[in-house]
């Protein structure tokens, strides 16, 4: 997760010279160089050095990773929190197509935009579909800021992920979240049609600034 890494800084461990930028002495010594702060070139040859230091770093997972070599935890910190795939869909019987509502899943919590059980989303809701590296090619109705599509189809992820950004409310900010801008399905009385609730997500690429 290299947006969480520190990242170092000029003069970090820079060593010896005087106020002026000159070495006072024409070898630092033990406690006597300690006594010292470092000079402005040391403090640039520090610099330098953790720059160099942060390009040897390895790439994030989600760029040296396919996502079947994924571990469990770095497969599921992929997941943005968007909420989107926990939305009811129709399918449309002629076409094919699947249209998603602005009705979500009652297990929703439609603040977090988490599932409020989701070790027991499957036997819960039995619609809720696993997602894995090999279900995820017959998911053509994820949305396409999804993450896992995006690592899928070499897209990387965005600015606002979570990952990237170091912190969850940029999905909110991307508009990319389905928080306040869906009701639960419990709130849905059984006999109303769901077709007047079919949305068309705005990608976060129709927002200024997002990708
Ligand atoms: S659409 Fe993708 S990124 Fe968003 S909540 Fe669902 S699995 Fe996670
Ligand atoms: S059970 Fe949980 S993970 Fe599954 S669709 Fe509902 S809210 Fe989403």
Redesign the pocket.
Known sequence: MSPHEAGDTPGGDAAGGDAHGRDATPRLKGQAAAKHPPGRAARLVAFVKGLAAQGRRAPPFWQRKTLAEMTSREWESL????????VVKLEDADTGRVHPTSVACRMLDLETCRCRHYRRRHALVPECLP?DAESLPRYGW??AT???RRVSEGRGLAWWHPLVSGDPETVVQAGVSVRGNVVSESAVHPDEPLDRYVVRWVDAADHPGGR
């Not at 997941?79 to 926990?86: S, Y």
């Open positions: 997941c943005d929190g968007c909420g989107r795939c926990c997602l994820l949305p999804c993450a896992y």
